[in-house]
């Protein structure tokens, strides 16, 4: 169900890497080879002409020719002519990143009539909370439709099919949700629950197909914020799962659906029933999972982040200097935990009255969490009575009154999630990536400029597990030269924000952090290019 209309600023795309095109993808350089050209039409006459006779050899051998000759120059045509619409599209340019949608991988089933001047393609965008998905479609058709062989132009809108990055290490109920985002306060009572809330429905009405996760086992607050029809959430008899169950297009899964009301347990209890809940969930396919976390820094919180990979989190506070402090020990745990912060909101900040705007609880709490830390964005809310009783009353607030101030500043708070969330993506999957044209390591740390090189041998000697170096006396077991020079990783992939997985040849494989690649010896002299890049 939709509850808004999606934005039309910033488009939030995922790169691919600027390397060759995989397989399946449409460019410039990776048109249809000519041999692979369809001319069923041509072939058939010609084989009518040379099963005539013995007499007619001559004649069918001419006719043969003739249509080879005019079959050549038909695939020459088809793909000078993909070529043209390539080149048309690659004008379209993401500007977040700067990059054409033929480069990023966008362009995709192509299909040209010359004859008819048909041309059909699909855009394959990485969410389908695009904010301007409409403009992309409208740009495309302009520009193709203005090639002089062109009469019409069919562009289909879709979206790549959620799975996260690294979806090996989560358990399966999670393997096909492409991000997880926790909003945070560390301090209750600041309104963490009514943003992650009219997030979440944000971004359900931005296109995205989104959960949320209640993960105070204490004080549950989503039954109260939301309205489903079913209150308690059902078992799987046959795989021992939980069905989510959902209000307004959205799943939700909470302790309090649990009929179990609020907890009264100890620590790692909690911490269990709250692993159950996470991830023996059928969430099934979504786009994005939002987790209302707990207040504090405890047990609890660090279970939280280290059973799921947060791809990002939103930091909540109030205008006071007692939340900033709790607020700011929220952002140290994250940051140790490698979970970029992408968003502060401050709640309560302020209300108008008299034509004057008042700030009862002071100012720059928000701001100064956004200073100290480095976080891009900071979105005030403020003291509505509307939005205090939309969490009471089981609609929230942005399903309430789309139209209104609150609810802009979710749109706001909704683009820019999607918008970092591509970008982390983006980042951690090109990281670490391996050149095999010049047999080399190319590592890119996420939030850093600097690109290095680093030699696979070298890579592979520096491994700190215990199967090379002895736990207890720290010696070396791995010893120099049992590493061949020319050792080639047989696959790298994302672990987190943090490391790469990096499979060797002899089956082991060596868990690599960025900090740890940072301070490996470098390759200087690079060696020339001896093929195509891995």
Same mark, same amino acid.
């Given at each position: 169900?939709?509850?808004?209309?999606?934005?039309?600023?910033?488009?939030?795309?995922?790169?691919?890497?600027?390397?060759?095109?995989?397989?399946?993808?449409?460019?410039?350089?990776?048109?249809?080879?000519?041999?692979?050209?369809?001319?069923?039409?041509?072939?058939?006459?010609?084989?009518?002409?040379?099963?005539?006779?013995?007499?007619?050899?001559?004649?069918?051998?001419?006719?043969?020719?003739?249509?080879?000759?005019?079959?050549? /120059?038909?695939?020459?045509?088809?793909?000078?002519?993909?070529?043209?619409?390539?080149?048309?599209?690659?004008?379209?340019?993401?500007?977040?990143?700067?990059?054409?949608?033929?480069?990023?991988?966008?362009?995709?089933?192509?299909?040209?009539?010359?004859?008819?001047?048909?041309?059909?393609?699909?855009?394959?965008?990485?969410?389908?909370?695009?904010?301007?998905?409409?403009?992309?479609?409208?740009?495309?058709?302009?520009?193709?439709?203005?090639?002089?062989?062109?009469?019409?132009?069919?562009?289909?809108?879709?979206?790549?099919?959620?799975?996260?990055?690294?979806?090996?290490?989560?358990?399966?109920?999670?393997?096909?949700?492409?991000?997880?985002?926790?909003?945070?306060?560390?301090?209750?009572?600041?309104?963490?629950?009514?943003?992650?809330?009219?997030?979440?429905?944000?971004?359900?009405?931005?296109?995205?197909?989104?959960?949320?996760?209640?993960?105070?086992?204490?004080?549950?607050?989503?039954?109260?914020?939301?309205?489903?029809?079913?209150?308690?959430?059902?078992?799987?008899?046959?795989?021992?799962?939980?069905?989510?169950?959902?209000?307004?297009?959205?799943?939700?899964?909470?302790?309090?659906?649990?009929?179990?009301?609020?907890?009264?347990?100890?620590?790692?209890?909690?911490?269990?029933?709250?692993?159950?809940?996470?991830?023996?969930?059928?969430?099934?396919?979504?786009?994005?999972?939002?987790?209302?976390?707990?207040?504090?820094?405890?047990?609890?919180?660090?279970?939280?982040?280290?059973?799921?990979?947060?791809?990002?989190?939103?930091?909540?506070?109030?205008?006071?200097?007692? /939340?900033?402090?709790?607020?700011?020990?929220?952002?140290?745990?994250?940051?140790?935990?490698?979970?970029?912060?992408?968003?502060?909101?401050?709640?309560?900040?302020?209300?108008?009255?008299?034509?004057?705007?008042?700030?009862?609880?002071?100012?720059?709490?928000?701001?100064?969490?956004?200073?100290?830390?480095?976080?891009?964005?900071?979105?005030?809310?403020?003291?509505?009575?509307?939005?205090?009783?939309?969490?009471?009353?089981?609609?929230?607030?942005?399903?309430?009154?789309?139209?209104?101030?609150?609810?802009?500043?979710?749109?706001?708070?909704?683009?820019?999630?999607?918008?970092?969330?591509?970008?982390?993506?983006?980042?951690?999957?090109?990281?670490?990536?391996?050149?095999?044209?010049?047999?080399?390591?190319?590592?890119?740390?996420?939030?850093?400029?600097?690109?290095?090189?680093?030699?696979?041998?070298?890579?592979?000697?520096?491994?700190?597990?215990?199967?090379?170096?002895?736990?207890?006396?720290?010696?070396?077991?791995?010893?120099?030269?049992?590493?061949?020079?020319?050792?080639?990783?047989?696959?790298?992939?994302?672990?987190?924000?943090?490391?790469?997985?990096?499979?060797?040849?002899?089956?082991?494989?060596?868990?690599?952090?960025?900090?740890?690649?940072?301070?490996?010896?470098?390759?200087?002299?690079?060696?020339?290019?001896?093929?195509?890049?891995?």
């Amino acid at each position: 169900m939709q509850i808004l209309h999606a934005p039309s600023s910033l488009c939030l795309s995922l790169l691919t890497s600027k390397s060759r095109p995989k397989a399946g993808l449409l460019s410039p350089d990776n048109h249809i080879p000519l041999s692979d050209i369809n001319c069923s039409v041509r072939p058939q006459r010609i084989e009518s002409s040379i099963w005539v006779s013995g007499k007619r050899s001559v004649l069918s051998s001419v006719t043969t020719k003739a249509a080879s000759v005019e079959a050549g /120059a038909s695939a020459l045509s088809t793909g000078a002519a993909e070529s043209d619409v390539l080149k048309a599209l690659s004008q379209i340019i993401d500007p977040d990143f700067g990059t054409d949608i033929v480069s990023c991988g966008f362009v995709k089933d192509l299909h040209i009539n010359e004859a008819s001047g048909e041309v059909s393609f699909r855009l394959e965008l990485t969410t389908p909370a695009c904010p301007i998905k409409d403009m992309f479609e409208q740009q495309a058709n302009e520009v193709v439709a203005v090639l002089p062989w062109v009469k019409n132009v069919n562009v289909t809108m879709s979206a790549q099919p959620a799975r996260h990055i690294f979806p090996g290490q989560l358990p399966m109920g999670l393997q096909k949700i492409s991000n997880i985002v926790a909003v945070s306060s560390c301090k209750g009572g600041v309104g963490k629950s009514t943003v992650a809330v009219n997030l979440a429905y944000t971004l359900a009405g931005m296109g995205a197909r989104v959960g949320i996760f209640d993960a105070d086992v204490y004080g549950p607050s989503l039954p109260t914020m939301v309205s489903p029809e079913n209150r308690l959430l059902e078992m799987n008899p046959e795989k021992g799962t939980i069905i989510p169950t959902e209000y307004l297009g959205v799943k939700l899964v909470s302790f309090g659906f649990a009929g179990q009301g609020r907890a009264i347990m100890r620590g790692p209890m909690v911490s269990g029933v709250i692993n159950q809940l996470l991830t023996t969930t059928e969430w099934g396919e979504l786009d994005y999972l939002v987790v209302d976390m707990p207040p504090g820094t405890g047990d609890i919180q660090l279970t939280l982040c280290q059973v799921v990979p947060l791809t990002a989190a939103v930091i909540v506070t109030t205008p006071q200097k007692l /939340a900033f402090i709790d607020v700011a020990k929220g952002v140290r745990m994250f940051s140790k935990l490698k979970v970029p912060c992408v968003a502060v909101v401050e709640n309560m900040c302020h209300f108008d009255a008299d034509g004057k705007r008042y700030y009862p609880f002071g100012r720059g709490s928000g701001s100064q969490v956004v200073q100290q830390f480095g976080i891009p964005h900071l979105f005030d809310l403020p003291i509505r009575p509307t939005l205090s009783a939309s969490g009471d009353s089981g609609m929230p607030e942005v399903a309430a009154d789309p139209q209104g101030e609150v609810a802009k500043t979710f749109q706001n708070l909704g683009i820019s999630v999607v918008q970092q969330c591509a970008k982390i993506r983006q980042q951690v999957s090109t990281a670490v990536t391996y050149d095999k044209s010049i047999k080399a390591i190319r590592v890119k740390v996420p939030d850093s400029d600097e690109e290095f090189l680093l030699h696979p041998a070298t890579v592979r000697r520096n491994d700190r597990s215990a199967q090379s170096v002895d736990e207890w006396t720290g010696e070396q077991k791995l010893q120099y030269t049992d590493v061949p020079e020319d050792i080639e990783p047989e696959d790298i992939r994302p672990m987190g924000n943090y490391a790469v997985s990096i499979t060797w040849p002899d089956g082991f494989s060596q868990i690599a952090p960025y900090d740890q690649l940072q301070m490996i010896e470098r390759l200087v002299d690079v060696p020339k290019p001896s093929g195509t890049q891995a």
